[in-house]
């Protein structure tokens, strides 16, 4: 059964930093492809970052040059690195796997609370 659980979800200000984790279990986690994506409330979940088995990434336009998503396979778990956070980035976030890139997979985690706000 593979599972999916995310962490380091806070309450943060502007322009502050938050790494995410997700710690993954069930599956092969260096075949898959590991994804982040968001939903802010009235929104529609969206993604985030995503980052293949051989470590190609590719990130939404709104957090390109701020975020950075990464994998650590020997720990099975994947990473989002949030620095200069916005308003904008308040979110529930959620972690998916699944083994194609562009699609999202079939398999989530129960997300965590990224609140930015002075």
């Known amino acids: 059964q593979v599972q999916l659980v995310e962490s380091g979800g806070d309450l943060v200000q502007p322009g502050g930093s938050l790494r995410l984790s997700c710690a993954a279990s069930g599956m092969i986690f260096s075949r898959a492809v590991m994804a982040w994506y968001r939903q802010a409330p009235g929104n529609q979940r969206e993604l985030v970052a995503v980052?293949?088995?051989?470590?190609?990434?590719n990130y939404a336009d709104s957090v390109k040059g701020r975020f950075t998503i990464s994998r650590d396979n020997a720990k099975n778990t994947v990473y989002l690195q949030m620095n200069s956070l916005k308003s904008e980035d308040t979110a529930v976030y959620y972690c998916?796997?699944?083994?194609?890139?562009?699609?999202?997979?079939?398999?989530w985690g129960q997300g965590t609370q990224v609140t930015v706000s002075s």
């Open positions: 980052i293949s088995s051989s470590s190609t990434r």
């Open positions: 998916n796997a699944g083994m194609t890139m562009g699609l999202a997979g079939p398999y």
